[in-house]
């Protein structure tokens, strides 16, 4: 005979038992022993079928709870784009194009939390451990009290950082880690999905904070499941141009702190240097203004940050015009190339447009729209603005110019790197920073106008 899958629980105290009876065997009480319910319509192979679990404790929303301490690594770039400082039993993910400086960066801020008190394990999983004391040598961070493991096999790692205890626990890279109850190969998608798993679910178990490098695609997604990004509490991108100095650590989640905050690095030979002031990085190397040549206040995370932005337009020999964009969205450059045509009478066909944000520095808020539009019209009409102006906005699809946030931040910002006059929109809270020239306008025509003297 099939056997029975019924269960009875006691209303009073909660114990369960295969058959009713009048009396709870556990309490004493009588007649509150009665039949479950299931809490699955459907077979129990395939769903939760007729077993129930415990009741979670439950609290309301004014519970008081004291924010989650913070160990600084006083890198100030990093310590920013984690909001603070790192927080214990956190699960961050670090992704970048390979070569970038992933492995250099964290070692650096490894050598920095061990230097601070905490007990800190990197385990590499693409090098060996000789290759790591070399890049440790190097960077000048051979006395550093890191603690090195060179594995691949997650139960073999798990068990080491139970035993240790560690406060910190770099796994350098989770492409590479393997769990023996897995059938494939290291860095597939149920390898990386379930390595992700039981890293996190084991730092919250343990108040262990871990930090996983992840390998990107050519699209520059984090290489793997999106699943992974889900997981972890917080998603740093490394970005930079190989051609430039420049790095980059931008925040695109975060559970402890503000998101798109960036982090800028300098890579010199002895590792990654701190930027503490990007704009004037950015600016250092702008020359005599120029056609096609402008300066955006823009605000990244919580931080304003200048950039400059460049255009060049020119006869395109073939029938097919090209546009061409490095750090901005092509799509956005579309709208804005069409907007001008259609509400200021400004045609580009025939010609090639390329645009530029120096300095390897990628840009998404639309506050750029206003910049990029002066920066194409610098370059049409051969007119360079003055070297001491910024340039702010976002554009409608009507031509109307539409206020940025934070415009007071960004002013500031500006005057304190020498600028004295700003094109934005009209509104806004901000009426200008004290001796700086404000230009506002509501129209993208009165704009080409009174700047350009076209449209």
């Not at 102006?389 to 109307?400: D, H, K, Y």
């Not at 806004?428 to 506002?440: E, H, I, N, W, Y």
Request: aromatic share 6%; net charge neutral.
């Amino acid at each position: 005979m099939a056997k029975s899958t019924t269960t009875y629980s006691c209303s009073a105290c909660g114990a369960t038992f295969s058959k009713w009876s009048g009396r709870c065997d556990s309490c004493g009480e009588w007649n509150t022993i009665s039949e479950d319910t299931g809490l699955s319509a459907g077979p129990s192979s395939k769903g939760l079928g007729a077993q129930r679990g415990k009741t979670v404790a439950l609290t309301d929303l004014s519970t008081e709870e004291a924010p989650p301490p913070r160990t600084e690594s006083k890198v100030a770039e990093l310590d920013r784009v984690l909001g603070g400082g790192l927080v214990p039993a956190s699960a961050i993910l670090v992704g970048g194009d390979p070569g970038i400086g992933k492995s250099t960066l964290l070692l650096q801020a490894a050598a920095r939390f061990a230097r601070k008190g905490l007990k800190t394990i990197y385990v590499s999983g693409e090098e060996a451990s000789a290759q790591v004391r070399m890049r440790a040598q190097r960077l000048g961070l051979s006395d550093a009290p890191v603690q090195l493991a060179a594995d691949t096999n997650l139960r073999n790692i798990l068990t080491t950082l139970e035993a240790e205890a560690p406060g910190l626990a770099i796994i350098d890279s989770i492409q590479t880690m393997w769990l023996d109850t897995v059938d494939s190969a290291p860095g597939s998608v149920s390898q990386v999905r379930a390595a992700a798993h039981e890293l996190t679910t084991f730092a919250k178990r343990k108040g262990i904070s871990i930090i996983l490098v992840g390998h990107v695609t050519k699209e520059g997604q984090i290489a793997g499941p999106r699943v992974v990004e889900h997981m972890v509490d917080t998603v740093l991108y490394f970005e930079g141009e190989r051609g430039h100095q420049f790095r980059i650590l931008r925040a695109v989640k975060n559970r402890f702190g503000p998101a798109d905050e960036i982090g800028v690095f300098e890579m010199t030979g002895k590792g990654l240097a701190e930027v503490t002031n990007p704009s004037a990085l950015f600016l250092s190397e702008r020359g005599e203004p120029s056609p096609g040549s402008v300066v955006f206040a823009g605000i990244e995370g919580t931080r304003p940050v200048l950039c400059e932005m460049q255009a060049l337009v020119a006869p395109s020999p073939h029938s097919q015009a090209r546009r061409t964009v490095v750090g901005w969205d092509g799509g956005r450059l579309a709208m804005i190339l069409a907007v001008l045509e259609a509400r200021c009478g400004i045609p580009f066909a025939g010609l090639d447009v390329y645009l530029n944000v120096a300095g390897g520095m990628k840009i998404s808020e639309p506050a750029a729209d206003l910049a990029v539009a002066a920066a194409l019209l610098s370059a049409r009409e051969d007119a360079a603005l003055p070297a001491d102006t910024v340039v702010f906005g976002e554009i409608s699809l009507s031509g109307a110019l539409r206020p940025a946030p934070q415009t007071e931040n960004r002013l500031k910002e500006a005057q304190k790197l020498g600028f004295s006059s700003a094109i934005a929109p009209k509104g806004g809270k901000a009426q200008g920073a004290p001796g700086m020239t404000l230009k506002r306008f509501s129209e993208l025509t009165g704009f080409v106008g009174d700047v350009f003297g076209a449209g």
